[in-house]
């Protein structure tokens, strides 16, 4: 994971898209300052996954009305996905 979405075709993130990953990098660094972060966009879902790109890192999935779902590293990302389309969501408030 790289900051693409998907391989190195895979479109630029879109201006609002850009916004969801400031937010959830901004978060993140609530947590850990000096992550190592990358994003996966979520076009189906209208939102981004903000990864901290080291084990034992975790995901922040950003909707677009900026919710959130922590998911830490010992969840697959699946899982954390289907969850985040139920609609599971982190108090922004947990983040420090």
Do not use: C, K, N, W
């Amino acid at each position: 994971m790289t900051g693409a979405s998907e391989g190195p075709a895979a479109a630029p993130p879109t201006a609002e898209q850009r916004q969801l990953i400031e937010f959830g990098e901004a978060l993140y660094r609530r947590i850990s300052p000096d992550a190592a972060l990358g994003h996966v966009l979520l076009p189906e879902d209208d939102a981004v996954a903000v990864v901290h790109q080291v084990r034992g890192g975790g995901t922040i999935l950003v909707a677009a009305d900026r919710s959130v779902l922590f998911s830490g590293s010992a969840h697959d990302i699946s899982v954390a996905l289907t969850e985040f389309r139920a609609g599971a969501r982190t108090p922004v408030e947990r983040f420090g």
